[in-house]
């Protein structure tokens, strides 16, 4: 392996230490190296923190090494003002003499002016360097930043036969389809996402609180679906664990804003394009990343628009014989699959 690339494979590799954390953030890595020896890493902090070339640098224990270390990063060093001060100004304070970066940032407000402000510094930039690598690890980040919206994740569970759920139910509370160390996995999916999303039927079916309870993590932001603005403010989504965003009918909305919760709406007109109006709305409040969880008719409304980047498919051994049928999902080139026990996952990417 090439040396620039070991380097920038291991920043990748801490970087992940940030995920469910940074959002609207990236979770980037950095790594310093000095006469082929890491002397420091950092990752991003927690939304409002350090990123991660601060970090690193921090963690420099004789910062006389800064001079002669190169530093290696994920993704290009910003150069603007936000939270924090722009790490490409930390970086010529330092006179580190080489940074070498994975991938350049398509945020119209970094966009390759971190590199120009380094050059101009007098620091030699290499780029592109496990491009590919960097750009999967950083894809909710871009996806947002290239295309306007969230990375989108559908999931769902069916049965053997292909039904999501029974056609009936005595009481107001999920069936589980999947065992227990699939529903353990979804927990933790939900704490590496920023927001999930349900349809008001699920909400009226399951009253489902949406939280992480099964996996350490951040509670992700609720997004529920209200078209006929009827959803009560007894359900289980609407308390204070975390944030709420109701995609509704403010006509008819008999729910009451909050600090809690947000009140948007979009039309629901079958001619209008349902998902990227909600795509808009979770734009808008710098939501990067979704998980989407049901029900039927909502996961195939994004299918159907071809607005979605994952899906994650949980196939029981239970049988329904009847029921409500699981989404439609076309052909895909990209698929892995794997077993949970006695249930199947199967990974799908968007061709």
């Not at 569970?157 to 759920?165: M, S, V």
């Not at 949980?314 to 049928?325: A, D, P, R, T, Y």
Request: a neutral charge.
């Amino acid at each position: 392996m090439k040396i620039h690339e070991k380097y920038i494979k291991r920043c990748i590799e801490i970087a992940k230490n940030g995920l469910g954390t940074t959002a609207p953030n990236p979770m980037v890595g950095c790594v310093l190296v000095c006469e082929n020896k890491i002397i420091a890493e950092g990752f991003t902090s927690p939304y409002g923190g350090a990123h991660a070339e601060v970090n690193a640098i921090n963690a420099v224990k004789d910062i006389s090494l800064l001079g002669e270390a190169t530093l290696y990063v994920t993704l290009e060093p910003c150069s603007h003002f936000g939270k924090t001060p722009p790490c490409s100004d930390l970086i010529i304070k330092y006179h580190i003499k080489q940074v070498v970066i994975g991938c350049l940032d398509s945020n119209p407000l970094v966009a390759g002016r971190g590199i120009a402000k380094l050059k101009a510094a007098g620091c030699e930039v290499i780029t592109g360097v496990l491009e590919e690598d960097c750009r999967e690890h950083h894809k909710r980040f871009f996806t947002f930043h290239d295309k306007k919206r969230p990375y989108i994740i559908l999931k769902w569970a069916e049965t053997d036969d292909g039904f999501i759920a029974p056609n009936q139910k005595s009481e107001i509370k999920p069936i589980w389809i999947t065992n227990a160390y699939s529903r353990q996995l979804v927990h933790k999916w939900r704490a590496e996402e920023q927001a999930i999303l349900v349809g008001s039927k699920t909400v009226q079916e399951d009253n489902p609180s949406l939280t992480v309870r099964d996996w350490s993590g951040n509670n992700p932001i609720r997004i529920v679906l209200n078209p006929k603005g009827d959803l009560l403010p007894s359900f289980q989504i609407f308390n204070s664990d975390t944030k709420t965003i109701v995609i509704g009918n403010l006509k008819n909305e008999v729910l009451q804003a909050s600090d809690n919760l947000i009140l948007e709406s979009i039309n629901w007109d079958s001619q209008h394009d349902i998902a990227k109006q909600i795509c808009d709305v979770l734009w808008k409040h710098q939501i990067t990343s979704v998980i989407i969880e049901g029900g039927a008719q909502t996961l195939q409304t994004f299918l159907n628009e071809n607005l979605w980047d994952e899906a994650r498919i949980f196939i029981s051994e239970l049988q329904f014989n009847s029921g409500v049928k699981a989404p439609i999902l076309r052909a895909t080139k990209s698929k892995t699959t794997e077993k949970i026990s006695n249930d199947t996952l199967s990974i799908h990417k968007n061709d």
